[in-house]
T-cell receptor
Framework: NAGVTQTPKFQVLKTGQSMTLQCAQD?????MYWYRQDPGMGLRLIYY???????DKGEVPNGYNVSRLNKREFSLRLESAAPSQTSVYFC????????????FGNGTRLTVT | AQSVTQLDSQVPVFEEAPVELRCNYS??????LFWYVQYPNQGLQLLLK??????LVKGINGFEAEFNKSQTSFHLRKPSVHISDTAEYFC?????????????FGAGTRLFVKA
């Protein structure tokens, strides 16, 4: 029972480099999310996809793009990484109901030097 | 708008002692309430949730929480903690009718269980 799978687990980038964080879920969930977690800041929503074919900005979308590739997969792209994007990134998914809890992956720890 | 306040950033406790992690929320509409746990180097996982009905809800690993509407609180309790309960705990709310993207998280409480 994999749940939500994120790759890679760790990544180090130099300022200006680009990368894509991958996320896949096997729970047939409609909604998927990208969060970042920083010390003292809690969890902040970057982008979400309420259903296949739609994406919307969250609280902190600047510097990021997303793609909902299909129902299972939701990727996050950093086009030109900055040190301020050093963080732990979590992908999550949830079912259809408005009270459905979030199911999280194990995170990607990204360092931008 | 909603907000969630976790009143303690860190809670140290000895093994087998009881623990309470406090959570208060503010909202102009009714909310659904959740507690998540994050073990080191892992993602968050659902501990328990209150959607409606009985105000005392039981979750995994012996945790329970009580919804108090008049005090807008949803405190998490465990009567006897284990070393393995050492983790960060997050309280969260979703406004009714809102959907997952409207989840508001508290800042987290680090529970440290000492032998």
């Amino acid at each position: 029972n994999a749940g939500v799978t994120q790759t890679p687990k760790f990544q180090v980038l130099k300022t200006g480099q680009s990368m894509t964080l991958q996320c896949a879920q096997d729970m047939n969930h409609n909604s998927m999310y990208w969060y970042r977690q920083d010390p003292g800041m809690g969890l902040r929503l970057i982008y979400y996809s309420a259903s296949e074919g739609t994406t919307d900005k969250g609280e902190v979308p600047n510097g990021y793009n997303v793609s909902r590739l299909n129902k299972r997969e939701f990727s996050l792209r950093l086009e030109s990484a900055a040190p301020s994007q050093t963080s732990v990134y979590f992908c999550a998914s949830s079912g259809t109901g408005t009270n459905s809890p979030l199911h999280f992956g194990n995170g990607t720890r990204l360092t931008v030097t | 708008a909603q907000s969630v306040t976790q009143l303690d950033s860190q809670v140290p406790v000895f093994e087998e002692a009881p623990v309470e992690l406090r959570c208060n929320y503010s909202s102009s509409v009714s909310v659904y309430l959740f507690w998540y746990v994050q073990y080191p180097n892992q993602g968050l996982q659902l501990l328990l949730k209150y959607l409606s009905g009985s105000t005392l809800v039981k979750g995994i690993n012996g945790f329970e929480a009580e919804f108090n509407k008049s005090q807008t609180s949803f405190h998490l309790r465990k009567p006897s903690v284990h070393i393995s309960d050492t983790a960060e705990y997050f309280c969260a709310v979703i406004p009714q009718g809102g959907g997952g993207f409207k989840t508001i998280f508290g800042a987290g409480t680090r529970l440290f269980v000492k032998a």
